[in-house]
């Protein structure tokens, strides 16, 4: 909800000037763009920590 806020606030601020607005709405769509294939492509593994070896040092 946070991030709402944050984009309705650069919105507002960014929307009368016409190139930076473009700029910033092509920012904002590559990082939907980006967050969405990130989500679609799901939760990434953990690595394996207990699956390392042990050396023995005797």
Known sequence: MAV???LKFVWLTFRKSIF???L???LLFMLIGYAWSDLRAGP???PN???QE???TD
């Open 54 to 56: 042990v050396i023995d």
């Open 4 to 6: 709402f806020y944050i």
């Open 44 to 46: 990434k593994p953990a």
């Open 24 to 26: 910033l709405c092509l």
């Open 20 to 22: 930076k607005g473009s």
């Open 49 to 51: 920590m207990n699956n």
